[in-house]
T-cell receptor, first 110, second 113 residues
């Protein structure tokens, strides 16, 4: 079983739609959680951290469910510019190691 | 506003050739990392350096060596390149050894023929 699992997609949604991605992690000792965004042929960039209480940044909402060991990302009112791959990232506190999911690809269309 | 700078951006090698990938950061971060990214595999840690003067193996260190030259620079060396090392290589840095938030360079696309 992979340490961090994501549905690779692609998720094809029209502009203005709401879309949600889930990610599951296997290590119950994981300490910190993040969503990174990666545009085609570019480097990953931090989108947002994920807190137990949930957090929101504009159109983006992230949730963490420790009991079920999953993380979610909700994007409301999708824009064309949201088209990218979204990486679920988990930090277990071991040797400075972040574990990256393989990513979920989102394509927003007109 | 450079952040993390990697050179070169592209490289083609023949099997058995050697090369060094360079990485420098100007954010005064203590920790630096080298990853490779392959289709369907996600980013995998090759080596990291929690602080100047220290380096440690990551998930896939075989075939690579690293040098933390100073606080700013962290290089990755392929001594004898193999086709299995064809990949996109990313360098990253973070303020703390816990590596919670990492900032990435633009990547090096390497092909080994």
């Amino acid at each position: 079983r992979k340490e961090v699992e994501q549905d690779p997609g692609p998720f094809n949604v029209p502009e203005g739609a709401t879309v949600a991605f889930n990610c599951t992690y296997s290590n119950s000792a994981s300490q910190s959680f993040f969503w990174y965004r990666q545009d085609c042929r570019k480097e990953p960039k931090l989108l947002m951290s994920v807190y137990s209480s949930g957090n929101e940044d504009g159109r983006f909402t992230a949730q963490l469910n420790r009991a079920s060991q999953y993380i979610s990302l909700l994007i409301r009112d999708s824009k064309l510019s949201d088209s990218a791959t979204y990486l679920c990232v988990v930090y277990t506190g071991t040797a400075s190691k972040l574990t990256f999911g393989t990513g979920t690809r989102l394509q927003v269309t007109l | 506003n450079a952040g993390v700078t990697q050179t070169p951006k592209f490289q083609v090698l023949k099997t058995g050739q050697s090369m060094t990938l360079q990485c420098a950061q100007d954010m005064n971060h203590n920790s630096m990392y080298w990853y490779r990214q392959d289709p369907g595999m996600g980013l995998r840690l090759i080596y990291y350096s929690a602080s100047e003067g220290t380096t440690d193996k990551g998930e896939v260190p075989n075939g690579y060596n690293v040098s933390r030259l100073n606080k700013r620079e962290f290089s990755l060396r392929l001594e004898s390149a193999a086709p299995s090392q064809t990949s996109v290589y990313f360098c990253a840095s973070s303020h703390t050894p816990t590596g919670n938030i990492q900032y990435f360079g633009a990547g090096t696309r390497l092909s080994v023929l």
